[in-house]
């Protein structure tokens, strides 16, 4: 079992920055990969960014592509999520979740999920 827990989030100005955390404890969080979705009411959570256990790999959703950057630091056991050049759209609840391997994140199979952390984005 791992438990997540999404922080970093809040209210921002168009082309501002700004950077989420998820903490994870429990179970060895550096044998999982894991990653980004955010989700906005009557839509589906939609894919960020997801990278390897060992950040070999990493993946990004074609709408944060350049301008959203996902690391991670396994000694501290924190994932991180820097968002530059923030967009109204991008208003959204972010969530954070471990799986097997980045590629099947990406594609949703999420094993272990965040309770969410909001970013609003204002113009």
């Known amino acids: 079992q791992v438990q997540l827990a999404e922080s970093g989030g809040g209210s921002v100005q168009a082309g501002d920055s700004l950077r989420l955390s998820c903490a994870a404890s429990?179970?060895?969080?550096?044998?999982?990969?894991s990653g980004w979705f955010r989700q906005t009411p009557g839509k589906d959570r939609e894919f960020v960014a997801a990278?390897?256990?060992?950040?070999?790999?990493?993946y990004y959703g074609d709408s944060v592509k350049g301008r959203f950057t996902i690391s991670r630091d396994n000694a501290k056991n924190t994932m991180y999520l820097q968002m530059n050049s923030l967009k109204p759209e991008d208003t959204a609840v972010y969530y954070c979740?471990?799986?097997?391997?980045?590629?099947?994140?990406?594609?949703?199979?999420?094993?272990?999920w965040g309770k969410g952390t909001l970013v609003t984005v204002s113009s």
């Open positions: 990278i390897s256990y060992g950040s070999f790999s990493t």
């Open positions: 429990g179970s060895s969080f550096s044998s999982y990969a």
């Open positions: 979740g471990c799986g097997s391997s980045s590629r099947t994140i990406r594609a949703g199979n999420v094993d272990y």
